[in-house]
């Protein structure tokens, strides 16, 4: 059992430091089985919420929840940068690096805000369908790259670069299985 504040910002306005059930109640749902604690901002006394108000879950305050979607925001941040490389390190012929990699990295910096602002079915869904997709087309690029550096083709760079673009991949699929449960969890 954890004890847990309510984020700045919950209650907005009028109603800050005020925590009748009412106003409580149609602002926050706490995380299920644990004691959740407010704090007066004026006076900085506790109260116990679950005993005023029936809490159920919040997923903000989930930490797993956080953590994948931190995850994915920097995940998307990773492929961005990683196709700006790309295109940087051969423009002449690696504009396609430039566009896949600012668009699934925008993606999949989208599906972590989402995890973050609470979106758990369809971010999951959407995260785990576009990370499989990236994993597949990372998997068959960096094969056809590194067997191209064999055969004596100057292919090394593009080659490490997207086997990284594919380990980010495998890792973020993971993440996101073992945070599935944070995810899917019903409220």
């Known amino acids: ?3 847990y504040c309510l984020p700045v910002g919950v209650l907005r306005g009028k109603d800050r430091g005020r925590i009748e059930p009412e106003i409580v109640q149609r602002r926050v749902r706490a995380i299920r089985g644990s004691p959740i604690y407010c704090v007066y901002a004026s006076t900085f006394s506790y109260v116990k919420l679950d005993e005023i108000l029936d809490v159920n879950w919040l997923p903000s305050m989930n930490s797993g929840t956080q953590k994948i979607g931190r995850w994915y925001l920097g995940f998307g941040v990773f492929l961005i940068l990683c196709g700006l490389v790309g ?5 002449a012929a690696a504009k396609t690096a430039l566009m896949s990699g600012a668009t699934f990295g925008t993606l999949s910096a989208l599906w972590g805000f989402w995890m973050l602002k609470g979106g758990r079915l369809f971010a999951f869904i959407a995260a785990s369908l576009t990370t499989l997709m990236l994993c597949a ?13 064999a055969d004596g083709e100057p292919k090394l760079f593009a080659a490490t670069l997207i086997s990284a673009m594919l380990v980010g991949s495998i890792i973020s699929l993971f993440k996101l299985v073992i945070a599935r449960k944070a995810l899917l969890a019903s409220g």
């Open 1 to 3: 059992m954890g004890i």
């Open 87 to 91: 295109y940087a390190s051969n423009p």
């Open 137 to 149: 087309a990372f998997c068959w690029r960096s094969v056809v790259s590194w067997q191209a550096y």
